[in-house]
């Protein structure tokens, strides 16, 4: 069992930015796709971002394409979600989400992970 950890989220203002973090304790997540998603209240868990395991690829939802960032940093201990120019539209509960054996090579799906962290709140006010 692989425990996710994620922090950052904040309310904030339109505008602003704010960047994620994703940690699995104990652990590095070297061997790990690893994506975000978030959920709305009635809304279905939506895909986000991605990065794979293999050669570090990234993928994105198109409503944040140019305006969120996922990256690994040096030691893969932590992948990261920057987020710039938020709206109300990017609330919500942001999650991260891990597999060992993914090989990323489009936009995943919910099903395709088998460890979550239990989400981190981002409100963006008007």
């Known amino acids: 069992q692989v425990e996710l950890v994620e922090s950052g989220g904040e309310p904030v203002q339109a505008g602003a930015s704010l960047r994620l973090s994703c940690t699995a304790p104990?652990?590095?997540?070297?061997?790990?796709?690893v994506a975000w998603f978030r959920q709305a209240p009635g809304k279905e868990r939506e895909f986000v971002a991605a990065i794979s395991r293999i050669g570090g690829n990234t993928y994105y939802t198109d409503s944040v394409k140019g305006r969120f960032t996922i990256s690994r940093d040096n030691a893969d201990e932590l992948v990261y979600l920057r987020m710039t120019s938020l709206t109300p539209g990017d609330t919500a509960v942001y999650y991260c989400?891990?597999?060992?054996?993914?090989?990323?090579?489009?936009?995943?799906?919910?099903?395709?992970?088998?460890?979550w962290g239990r989400g981190t709140q981002v409100t963006v006010s008007p």
């Open positions: 104990g652990r590095t997540l070297f061997s790990f796709a």
């Open positions: 989400a891990a597999d060992r054996f993914l090989q990323l090579m489009t936009t995943p799906a919910v099903r395709d992970f088998e460890y």
